[in-house]
């Protein structure tokens, strides 16, 4: 009896010692499972990538089964890719361009994809996709080439923000501009700029000949503004609600953070509101809907210096297929477990 014991102990320990001593799936492993994926998806075949048997699956926000969805229509990898690699939580984000089957025969038809995969025991078991069918976003994401460098800087160790402080200060971002009032803490830098489906959205040059809006006297915000000024002006009211907003992958080292969110616009009478100048303004959506949005944030030092987003047009009121009712109607802040 003792002896079965003294068996089991040691069984018992080496298998933790096993479980422990493990090598994680680090930043190039993760990237890998992003590549495999894809590359599995071209070929249409799920069994060239290490699927868990009860993967979940999800494409613009519809439960669906493997293979479904993209990976009947996905045809190449575009050039454009951008990580945010998590090793800590298992998670790794992309966004990218790809080709789907189209109208040219051989050629394709271009789109925006943003992808999350959850790895575990070096298997995937979650995949979450935002698939924009809009030509235009991917070829603007064609256009750029690679990503600002910025998100592929490293930050000095003594200088990392932890998990906790990277979401926070990224759902300030959030919380800023829904029902903007310009009068909140917006913890941008200087020379931070937005990216949207490839388009600068910020700091955008005054065409010639034109006289650059005053956001005291605009009646609605300019891409021509900084990214204070834009949330400053008050005019981004018509944002009614950002919810399910969900915080996917931390990269600490890089100092990245991902996330799904949904903006709906519905604001009926409420599209009458006072700028912080005292003005009365009338503007935004005249009928409900929402976007589906992915977006990513650089925080450098507390502030948002860069963020990148792709979003499409969904139902209003649209789940994720992630969260429960309660959470998906929900403007707080969550992290995946």
Known sequence: MHMKLATLSICLAFFAFAQTDRPSC??????????????????HDPKLVPLARNVRYTENGQHLEVPDGLWNSMTAKGAYRLFVSDPESGEVAFMGAIREEGRNPGQGTPAAIALRLKIQSRQISEIETLVVRQERAAENLE???????????????????????????????????????????????????????????????TPA??????????????????????????????????????????????????????FDHA????????????????????????????????????????????????????????????DGMSDRARTVK
């Open 267 to 326: 604001l009926g009478k409420a599209r009458t509101f006072e700028t912080p100048s005292g003005r009365t303004v009338t503007a935004g959506p005249t009928q409900p809907w929402t976007w589906e949005i992915a977006e990513l944030f650089k925080v450098e030092n507390g502030k948002l210096r860069q963020i990148e987003a792709l979003l499409d047009r969904a139902p209003y009121g649209m789940n994720s297929g992630w969260s429960s009712w309660e």
């Open 26 to 43: 680090g930043r190039a492993c993760l990237e890998g499972f992003v590549d495999q994926y894809l590359d599995a998806m071209v070929k």
């Open 143 to 205: 256009k750029l080439g690679k990503p600002n460098h910025v998100f592929l800087e490293t930050v000095p160790e003594a200088q990392r923000m932890s998990r906790e402080d990277l979401i926070k200060t990224a759902n300030m971002y959030f919380t800023g501009m829904q029902r903007n009032d310009g009068k909140g803490v917006y913890p941008f830098t200087d020379d931070c700029n937005r990216i949207e489906n490839g388009a600068q959205t910020t700091n955008v040059p």
């Open 209 to 262: 000949g034109q006289q650059r809006p005053d956001p005291a006297t605009s009646t609605n915000y300019s891409a021509q503004w900084s990214c204070k000024e834009q949330f400053q002006s008050g005019l981004l009211h018509f944002v009614a609600r950002i919810r399910d907003r969900r915080y996917v992958a931390v990269d600490r080292e890089r100092g990245l953070v991902f996330s799904f969110a949904f």
